[in-house]
């Protein structure tokens, strides 16, 4: 289901996941990625990152979820598979359609002014090996999400980094990777902090 190309930027990932089952009460995590396309490594790691930064992040067990998919998926797309397979027991997870709504509307205003933001720019460091590490980095943060449980709502920082690397490789904005790595370094610092 849902558009065949990659959504351009976080509004239009956002308008593809709230309006793509609007008559439902629940959503599942497969029916959501279905909206947002799961051919290529942005969309992906976009999703997971907004999931993480909505209230959603302290329901038991979704920042464990997230880390789950963004391994299998990456690792699968890192090894050349079209198309990804994630057990049933991840995509029949369903959620409040009224909490993400919630959330994804929380998230709108500050979506805009980033959408205004990025361009292509220093594209080096988003094609070729820059996605590749990009990606790896990705998944490294997605190995430490279920550490995150412990802390509640903690796991927003680790879906602000994910949520900006998954920006970057759709919109091919080097300036945005650049400051994800800022936020994937920094990240473990605020957590101890925290903690």
């Not at 998954?166 to 994937?184: F, H, N, P, Q, V």
Request: contains cysteine; hydrophobic residues 50%; aromatic residues 6%.
């Amino acid at each position: 289901m849902g558009d065949q190309r990659d959504p351009a930027n976080i509004e239009e990932l956002l308008d593809r996941i709230e309006a793509g089952y609007a008559e439902e009460s629940h959503v599942s995590i497969g029916e959501m990625m279905d909206s947002v396309g799961r051919r290529t490594f942005g969309p992906v790691v976009l999703f997971v990152g907004l999931i993480l930064v909505t209230p959603l992040s302290g329901l038991p067990g979704m920042p464990t979820m997230m880390g789950l998919i963004t391994l299998l998926t990456l690792g699968q797309i890192l090894v050349g598979r079209r198309h990804f397979w994630l057990p049933r027991l991840l995509v029949e997870r369903r959620v409040p359609r009224r909490k993400l709504v919630q959330g994804l509307e929380l998230l709108r205003p500050g979506a805009r002014r980033i959408d205004r933001l990025i361009r292509p720019r220093f594209i080096l460091l988003v094609k070729g090996p820059g996605l590749y590490v990009m990606a790896l980095a990705c998944m490294v943060i997605a190995t430490v999400l279920p550490a995150t449980e412990i802390v509640p709502f903690s796991a927003s920082i680790a879906g602000l980094a994910l949520m900006m690397f998954g920006l970057a490789m759709i919109s091919k904005d080097g300036l945005l990777a650049l400051c994800a790595w800022g936020i994937a370094l920094a990240g473990p610092v605020m957590l101890a902090r925290i903690t």
